[in-house]
């Protein structure tokens, strides 16, 4: 064995023995798309987005903010940390106000402690028929 054989072996034991094993945390929103459809304006529907964490560690300082068109959309969340393979629950509420046809849409992004997942959400604010 020469001298350059037994430095790398004694580099690649310094080295497998010092690198940190920890795992990474890994979230995802599900769903991560979700679409209402037409909904008439003074109606109202709801739907849950569960932020996840796929791993064994901790996520602290996770929050979750919408944005987009809040004039229709309303996010209610009280996540801070997400538990090691815990999950977060967001209720995301579509309340179409003025019929205009238009689709609207909000963005739910949850981050914390470096980790980042989106959700989109959709809705239609459909025009309430008239009477002719």
């Known amino acids: 064995m020469n001298k350059n054989t037994?430095?790398?072996g004694l580099l690649s034991a310094f080295v497998?023995?010092?690198l940190p094993t920890a795992a990474f945390a890994f979230v995802t929103a599900m769903p991560s798309f979700y679409d209402f459809g037409s909904l008439q304006a003074g109606?109202?529907?709801?739907?849950?987005?569960t932020f996840m964490n796929n791993s064994a560690q901790t996520v602290r300082f996770?929050?979750?903010y919408c944005s987009g068109d809040t004039s229709v959309?309303?996010?209610?969340?009280?996540?801070?940390?997400?538990?090691?393979?815990g999950s977060c629950s967001v209720q995301v509420q579509f309340t179409p106000r003025n019929g205009d046809d238009l689709r609207k849409m909000v963005w739910l992004s949850?981050?914390?402690?470096?980790?980042?997942?989106?959700?989109t959400v959709y809705g239609t604010d459909q025009k309430v028929?008239?009477?002719n």
Not at 43 to 49: E, G, N, P, Y
Not at 113 to 118: E, V
């Open 6 to 8: 037994r430095f790398i």
């Open 43 to 49: 109606r109202s529907a709801s739907t849950t987005i």
């Open 129 to 131: 028929p008239t009477n």
């Open 73 to 85: 959309f309303s996010c209610f969340s009280s996540c801070f940390l997400l538990m090691p393979y």
């Open 110 to 119: 949850g981050q914390g402690d470096g980790q980042f997942a989106t959700s």
């Open 16 to 18: 497998i023995g010092v």
């Open 62 to 64: 996770f929050n979750v």
